[in-house]
């Protein structure tokens, strides 16, 4: 009788320790898969600011160049009225 109240003891802390494995192992890998995610919108994020960030500064280099050319422009009126 005491070695059917131990064996049943024994199974039953080997099946806490199981399911407590488990456990750790499935929230771990949800945990990793969350920051995997994270990493990736990140990413993306910083990719639609880049690709922004090169459109404001083809834009700015478009409107440098005008200005250069009406720059150039008024010099040469100014030149020719002196």
């Known amino acids: 009788m005491v070695a059917d109240d131990w064996m049943g003891?024994?199974?039953?802390?080997?099946l806490t320790?199981?399911?407590?494995?488990?456990a750790v192992v499935v929230i771990?890998?949800?945990a990793a898969t969350?920051?995997?995610?994270?990493?990736?919108?990140?990413?993306d994020a910083y990719r639609r600011l880049a690709e922004q960030v090169a459109a404001?500064?083809?834009e700015?280099?478009?409107q440098?160049?005008?200005?250069?050319?009406?720059?150039?422009?008024?010099?040469q009126i100014l030149k020719d009225v002196e």
Request: charged share 15%.
């Open 9 to 14: 003891l024994w199974f039953v802390f080997g």
């Open 17 to 22: 320790v199981l399911v407590t494995v488990v």
């Open 28 to 30: 771990w890998q949800v």
């Open 34 to 43: 969350r920051r995997a995610k994270a990493a990736v919108d990140t990413a």
């Open 56 to 58: 404001v500064q083809r």
């Open 60 to 62: 700015t280099s478009q």
């Open 64 to 75: 440098l160049a005008e200005i250069r050319q009406s720059l150039t422009a008024l010099q």
